[in-house]
């Protein structure tokens, strides 16, 4: 029993290493993707990305997060719309070049996201993904 177990574990972290490696599970990019900024970038997470284990895979390195409000808008769903008195909370995050383009690959940016520089509630800036469209309206 103790031997099943072992090699379940080695399986995983094999799994886990592969995929940790190479983002074959993303997406290409499109031509519709918008041009990359160079260096590291604060990215706001609020659906998935908000979650470590999934923006860290994706990034495919660890990436921790603090606690980060965008005012003015309203979560619906995946979605985020304008609203003046809105607020949505999430994550924000600093990623690396490489980590940025997988982001790009995973959200489809310019397919079915847009991403966008937000200025969050404590002033400073960072990149948002929301749909281009939604079954609510754009």
Request: glycine residues 10%.
């Amino acid at each position: 029993m103790r031997r099943i177990g072992l090699i379940l574990v080695v399986i995983l972290v094999l799994a886990l290493g592969m995929i940790w490696r190479a983002p074959v599970f993303l997406p290409q990019l499109t031509d519709a993707a918008p041009s990359l900024p160079a260096g590291e970038q604060q990215v706001f997470g609020y659906a998935t990305l908000a979650h470590p284990a999934v923006r860290s895979v994706v990034a495919g390195r660890w990436l921790p997060g603090e606690e980060a409000v965008l005012k003015g808008w309203e979560r619906v769903g995946r979605h985020l719309r304008p609203d003046p008195e809105g607020r949505v909370e999430g994550i924000v995050f600093t990623v690396s070049p490489e980590g940025f383009r997988r982001l790009d690959r995973y959200e489809q940016a310019g397919v079915r996201y847009l991403r966008e520089r937000k200025t969050l509630a404590d002033g400073s800036e960072a990149w948002v993904y929301r749909l281009i469209t939604y079954e609510g309206g754009r």
